[in-house]
């Protein structure tokens, strides 16, 4: 995980130059976003068209009607802390089955394993749930799981959506070219942005949502 957040941050200004040579060269063509393939939705769900040259869809999970429930202290009925064994069979739930279901080992400062489901990835330590992320759109060829806060912040909402959602409890950082967290009684939810918390356009957005440990104080806003 760790060395997935420091290629985000590192390339995040290549792909700013990238995104910027693209909506040029779509301007002076006449090409318009709407001819851009659209992500395989969840109905009733909205989400910032990907960008581009990554590649990024939204997947539903077939066990749950409408985006998953993220929890700032876990995932459905898989509470941060459970028992791995437990925990994993509650994400199954919810997620269906990952590829592997043994967690690949970490050495990731607090985390020592995780399992990669669907649009989403589990970490754990000492064979506890310990905190989940779910794909970014800052990530080529990521799979994003059609979700959303117990709130409703989700991955692609603008920062104006967030602070109506959260308020004052909703704060961003310069950190890592955009970050942010939002404060809950129950936890608190972080992430990174897709741009630098001041750009306005394009404006920055959501790129993912993460909660609980994630692993290195570095690899996470």
Known sequence: MFKLFQLIVETRHKFNIALWALVLIASSCGISSAG?????????????????????????????????????????????????????????????PPAKTTPTPSNNCTIDGYIRFRGI???????RFAGYSTGSLLVKNANILSSRTTKGLKVGDTLKQAHKIYGSDFRTSYAKGGSWFAFTTHGTF???????????????????????????PDSTP
């Open 190 to 216: 972080t992430g990174l942005l897709t741009q630098e918390v001041n750009s306005s356009n394009p404006p920055a957005t959501i790129a993912l949502i993460s909660a609980g440990v994630v692993g290195c």
């Open 36 to 96: 851009a393939k659209a992500s395989p939705l969840a109905a009733g769900t909205a989400i910032v068209p990907p960008l581009p040259q990554y590649n990024v869809k939204t997947v539903q999970s077939s066990l749950v009607k409408g985006p998953a429930i993220l929890k700032a202290n876990g995932l459905g009925n898989a509470d941060f802390g459970q028992a791995q064994a437990i925990a994993v069979s509650n994400l199954e739930n919810i997620l269906g």
């Open 121 to 127: 990835t589990a970490f754990f330590d000492h064979a």
